[in-house]
């Protein structure tokens, strides 16, 4: 069975061999004649492109400014508003810019590509595309961004790929100039009224210090509770001495005496020191101090917090300041653009290549249709007849 099956094989290829010899003439013809336009076409008539490259880094992230920033507003919608990037996204303006329609007519105009292109269309949008077709723009491997354009003169695609470069660099730190500018103005605006804030919450904290004689209320609790044990070590040591005393020579004797009125003046002092009658050296009244002491911590961390909200803010409005002032290269070039004067377009070998096996395979697809067509006839049928006429007509070759 599989011997039947490759004689089959074998004898299907030489009959179209055959068929195709048959025609000799007629398949030399329609493949050389295709060939020969071919060739003179891709070695005289379209004119080769070259192709000029360039790698650039792309600008070095934001996150270390937005990381400071993150606790102050909080998301990252009012990051998008103030144009504060939270992530990345230098990358895509640059990617955006090199893609702009406004980058790209610059380009065309410098050059003159319309007549470069010997441009004949109505729209310039048909120039623009024809441009484009002729850019490109990607991101490699290395994270590099990797621009490159091809022309049919290698010197002028060098110039092209300068250019765009140039150009975008200082389309892109008018960019940061704006975005440094927006960002400057909300910081000054959330400083001054940081600034405000804080000026009025150190006036009232100083007051609430005033009027409570309330200083440093942790030395002051403690020297009011030490102050407190004292006159109560006091009052003790008095009463034990006018008991003994009462014991010994009675109510009615002069030392006795004298420690009543010493007594007295203690538990005058202690009464005096819990309403806080001493509060102007700084004792606290021990009933009060709780509430007293919250609120003073209160107050201090609220100074505190605009402190360091003011720091922050101050700081990022001297970075917006520096940023808006420099005008520094951010498109680094790591691979400079160079004539290259080795062709990408056509290739002449691939095209020829193509046009004689597409050429050859058509040619003898016709050939084998002819004889097919012709052991048809014999059956005198209504195909066979409307082939015959077909062949008379057309086919001029055929005998």
Not at 352 to 361: A, H, K, P, Y
Request: net charge neutral.
């Amino acid at each position: 069975m599989e011997k039947q099956d490759s004689i089959g094989f074998v004898e299907i290829c030489l009959r179209i061999l055959n068929n195709d010899l048959k025609h000799f003439k007629f398949v030399a013809a329609f493949v050389l004649i295709p060939t020969i336009i071919v060739f003179i076409m891709v070695m005289w008539v379209v004119k080769p492109k070259y192709a000029a490259s360039a790698i650039v880094t792309p600008p070095a992230s934001t996150q270390p400014m937005s990381g400071a920033l993150g606790g102050l507003i909080g998301s990252s919608g009012m990051s998008s508003l103030l144009g504060i990037s939270m992530d990345n996204e230098d990358v895509n303006a640059v990617w955006t810019i090199f893609n702009s329609w406004e980058l790209h007519n610059q380009v065309i105009e410098k050059f003159d590509l319309a007549k470069h292109y010997e441009f004949k269309g109505k729209f310039h949008a048909d120039l623009l595309k024809d441009f484009r077709k002729n850019f490109g723009l990607e991101q490699n491997k290395e994270d590099m961004l990797s621009i490159y354009y091809k022309d049919t003169d290698a010197k002028l695609a060098v110039e092209v790929v300068n250019y765009m470069l140039e150009k975008a660099d200082s389309s892109f730190n008018a960019f940061k100039t704006k975005q440094a500018r927006q960002s400057r103005v909300y910081f000054q605006e959330r400083l001054d009224s940081c600034e405000h804030v804080l000026d009025s919450l150190m006036a009232e904290f100083v007051d609430f210090q005033v009027k409570n004689n309330v200083y440093e209320p942790t030395v002051q609790l403690e020297a009011t509770i030490k102050y407190l044990s004292e006159l109560q070590a006091m009052r003790e040591e008095v009463g034990i001495e006018m008991n003994f005393e009462k014991l010994d020579r009675g109510e009615n004797s002069k030392r006795y005496q004298e420690l009543l009125k010493r007594s007295k003046g203690v538990n005058s002092a202690l009464g005096g020191a819990l309403k806080g009658r001493h509060s102007d050296i700084g004792l606290l009244e021990l009933k009060k101090s709780p509430e007293l002491y919250a609120e003073y911590l209160r107050r201090e961390a609220e100074i505190r917090i605009q402190e360091a909200m003011y720091k922050v803010l101050r700081q990022q409005s001297e970075q917006m300041r520096l940023e808006e002032a420099k005008m520094l290269t951010n498109l680094h070039v790591l691979e400079s653009p160079w004539v290259n004067n080795k062709k990408i377009s056509p290739k002449r070998g691939l095209i020829l290549v193509f046009t004689v096996f597409f050429t050859f395979f058509l040619a003898s697809l016709l050939c084998n249709l002819i004889e097919y067509m012709k052991s048809e006839s014999r059956t005198n049928d209504r195909t066979a007849a409307e082939w015959d006429f077909f062949v008379k007509k057309v086919c001029f070759w055929h005998k």
